[in-house]
């Protein structure tokens, strides 16, 4: 037994912990409920590693097992691989391939063109994901441009579908899914409904996703969630002429296949396949980007907000760590929140968020900036609305008093 692995063992380290220090961990990518995703510099290149907090899943430590043991069968060229997994005394880790290449809009905007028959290619490298999904029962419910990435910076790189940490495995053909699960304007009517939902979420999402890519806004656009699901259950899908004349009917048949309210009627993964746009023939050469960067340019400001949002995650998390000494928590979470927007592959082998300019510092962005000024303008409107309604209700108070 090795000297490091008779110091694990006297701090109460599990055996499987040693192979922490395999890995070099860099800049935070993302945080949720159950724990934060860091990218690492592991033996054979950089990966992403998902560290799930146990004293937040006890109790639920099954949903860990399903996920590790899923991630293991997958095995297709557009699904981010499984590499290894182990644990410490307070914490899981799971080590997946790390995609470098970009988020799909983000990597799209940088070409000098992207036209309608490209699009039909992505979406079918999507689409082949999804089926492959599907014929192993499994149902990805959190399917958004932002867990589309590109494996490299590589020109002919494939798109892969990542994180699966709410995908579930359907054991049964009649089985039903009834948790809440997906992400606001790309989850499916059924699932909003807290209806029964299963692998037909799955392509309602797909079918957001081509609307989107076409021309440049979603379909379904409330912001309120009751008024979302009254917009999705009545499913009047609208082609307006000025962004969609130039695009095919093949491409419109394929989302009104997709986009429809009852699940049963949803074209399936396979039965899509077949479909005459994925082909590309009569896609046409009408170039995209100028659609596509004017949606990446009104996603900013939600962005931002996203990262304010993930900064108070993260650190909600660092306060449940029952192991400090050991901590997978990033020591500034303003900063890593940022950072997770920004790749620079060096920043694995330097530390990621304590990387940057002199003393360890880097300037926050001007996006999160704008959303923390936004998130701290509306906190104090919010504030002054309560002091005038405590006011109100007092001088009310005191009149009946008089």
């Known amino acids: 037994m090795s000297f490091t692995n008779m110091l694990n063992r006297l701090h109460g380290q599990p055996e499987s912990y040693e192979k922490k220090a395999k890995y070099r961990f860099g800049r935070t990518l ?8 860091r990218e690492a510099e592991g033996p054979d290149g950089p990966v992403a590693i998902k560290v799930i907090l146990k004293k937040v899943v006890r109790g639920n430590e099954r949903m860990v097992l399903d996920e590790l043991e899923m991630l293991q069968r997958l095995d297709h060229p557009h699904i981010v691989k499984f590499v290894d997994w182990f644990e410490s005394k307070d914490k899981y880790y799971i080590v997946t391939e790390l995609a470098t290449g970009g988020e799909l809009f983000d990597r799209i905007s940088q070409q000098g063109r992207f036209t309608e028959k490209d699009a039909s290619q992505t979406i079918k490298q999507v689409l082949d994901a999804v089926n492959y999904l599907h014929q192993n029962n499994v149902v990805h419910r959190d399917l958004k441009p932002e867990n589309l990435l590109y494996l490299t910076k590589a020109p002919d790189s494939d798109l892969v579908l990542a994180d699966f940490g709410i995908a579930k495995t359907l054991h049964s053909k009649d089985e039903v899914l009834r948790t809440m699960a997906g992400s606001f304007g790309y989850a499916a009517p059924e699932v909003m409904m807290k209806m029964g939902h299963g692998k037909p979420v799955d392509m309602w999402s797909l079918g957001i996703i081509t609307y ?5 806004y979603p379909p379904f656009r409330s912001e309120v969630l009751q008024d979302l699901i009254d917009e999705c259950n009545a499913c009047n899908v609208v ?4 962004y969609w004349k130039d695009v095919s009917n093949d491409a419109k048949d394929f989302i009104l296949k997709l986009l429809r309210a009852n699940p049963a009627e949803r074209w399936t993964s396979e039965r899509a396949l077949a479909h005459p746009w994925l082909s590309g023939k009569n896609a046409t050469d009408h170039n995209l980007l100028p659609e596509i960067r004017a ?22 998390l660092k306060m449940q760590e029952e192991d400090p000494d050991n901590s997978d928590m990033p020591k500034d979470a303003t900063l890593a929140a940022d950072q997770s927007r920004h790749f620079n592959p060096s920043d694995a082998n330097n530390g990621g968020e304590d990387s940057g300019t002199a003393g360890g510092k880097r300037k926050l962005s001007k996006t999160i900036k704008g959303a923390i000024f936004r998130e701290v303008v509306l906190a104090k ?18 009149k009946k008093v008089s």
């Open 212 to 216: 989107t890519l076409l021309c440049g």
């Open 295 to 316: 949606y990446l340019a009104r996603a900013r400001l939600r962005r931002g907000i996203e990262m304010v949002k993930l900064a108070n995650r993260i650190e909600a």
């Open 30 to 37: 993302g945080a949720g409920t159950y724990g934060i995703v």
């Open 381 to 398: 409107v919010r504030e002054m609305k309560e002091q005038e309604e405590t006011q109100k209700i007092t001088e009310e108070a005191a």
């Open 239 to 242: 082609f307006h002429e000025r």
